[in-house]
């Protein structure tokens, strides 16, 4: 018998980018919540939000976070602006769904998580594609032993953008580069699969960074990124990005006894609201392709996911979505690879 769904959240939406109108699409949609109020910097940009999907537009964040309506809170601002967001909810007691990365600092997000944890508030990094279940397959795939003993998971997030220093991608004070924007990903699926084989069982422990290399815009930010991590047990994994070449997205498995390969395991079927996805095992014995269909969007899945921790007065999102102690180690990790290519 089916779950029922938890009641829908009223979300005030911090930063009316265009994340949060894939967000607010997602909502309208699926009917996992609504848009209460929109609140962006630029306040025409929160108004053309706010008239499409509904809500108020409110000109500051003190008016976001105390309006009436609001259930709970959607980040999407520029990273360098994540911390003011959420901490400001959080006192306010409310539940948070922050993009990714928390935080461009590891401390800040240390202490934003300690944050909720006193005020027994769900704070959730928005790793949206852990919903799809095409990464819980991934995971019961590596957990069987179809593939034997891993060795090594490749993975790859990137695309070209003309640089700009305005643009908040090359931008240093905006937490800009392609290791802050996308460099999570992969590193999250390497931590994850490494997790499933048994060969790091502590989501809070953090692999060795054994190679970072790279090449930095002008502005300072990596445009271009390569990390290679050694979990131990003879795993290896390595992860791309990149704001300078069309890699695309995708990741594939290698074990001692066949590999697994994810079409795209982070936008599945390439779109931000895919729904559909593909994956290939290939062994001595065999070669199948799977096809996984999502009863919903990531992005709706992870605001009921959050509706749910409210419903149910618990802090830590069930797996596989990122938790405290994942979310901790990926902004360790991050932090790590910036510094090795002195990434401003």
């Avoid at 000109?59 to 309506?69: F, K, P, R, T, V």
């Avoid at 931590?191 to 692999?207: F, H, K, Q």
């Avoid at 930095?216 to 990596?222: E, K, N, Q, T, Y």
């Avoid at 001692?256 to 994956?279: I, K, M, N, V, Y």
Wanted: charged share 25%; with cysteine.
């Amino acid at each position: 018998m089916p779950t029922p769904k938890p009641p829908p959240l009223r979300f005030a939406l911090i930063g009316p980018g265009q994340i949060a109108q894939v967000f607010a699409e997602s909502l309208l949609e699926s009917g996992v919540g609504s848009v209460a109020c929109v609140f962006g910097r630029n306040l025409a940009r929160a108004r053309a939000l706010a008239e499409r999907f509904g809500g108020e537009a409110v000109a500051d964040l003190e008016a976001a976070i105390g309006h009436s309506a609001v259930q709970a809170v959607y980040v999407a601002t520029p990273h360098s602006a994540h911390a003011e967001a959420v901490r400001a909810a959080l006192e306010a007691g409310l539940p948070v769904l922050c993009e990714k990365p928390l935080s461009p600092k590891p401390e800040t997000s240390r202490a934003l998580f300690a944050l909720a944890a006193a005020a027994e508030v769900p704070l959730v990094e928005g790793y949206m594609y852990r919903a799809h279940p095409q990464i819980e397959r991934a995971q019961a795939i590596v957990r069987s032993g179809e593939l034997g003993a891993l060795r090594r998971i490749e993975s790859h997030f990137g695309f070209q953008v003309p640089y700009d220093r305005q643009q908040r991608l090359f931008a240093p004070e905006l937490a800009g580069g392609a290791i802050l924007d996308v460099g999570g990903y992969p590193l999250s699926l390497a931590l994850l699969l490494a997790r499933a084989a048994g060969i790091s069982n502590d989501a809070a422990e953090v692999p060795e960074l054994a190679l970072a290399e790279g090449e930095l815009a002008a502005s300072g930010v990596d445009a271009h990124a390569e990390a290679e991590l050694h979990f131990g047990a003879g795993l290896t994994a390595r992860a791309r990005v990149s704001l300078r070449t069309e890699l695309g997205r995708g990741a594939i498995v290698h074990g001692t006894l066949g590999s697994l390969r994810l079409e795209d395991p982070f936008l599945p079927g390439g779109q931000r609201r895919g729904r559909s996805a593909r994956l290939w095992v290939e062994t001595e014995r065999q070669r199948r392709e799977e096809r996984i269909e999502a009863r919903a969007d990531c992005f709706a899945l992870e605001a009921e996911e959050l509706a749910r921790l409210v419903q149910a007065r618990e802090l830590e999102p069930r797996a596989p979505f990122v938790g405290r102690a994942e979310s901790l180690a990926l902004s360790e990790l991050l932090e790590r690879w910036r510094q090795r290519l002195g990434a401003l």
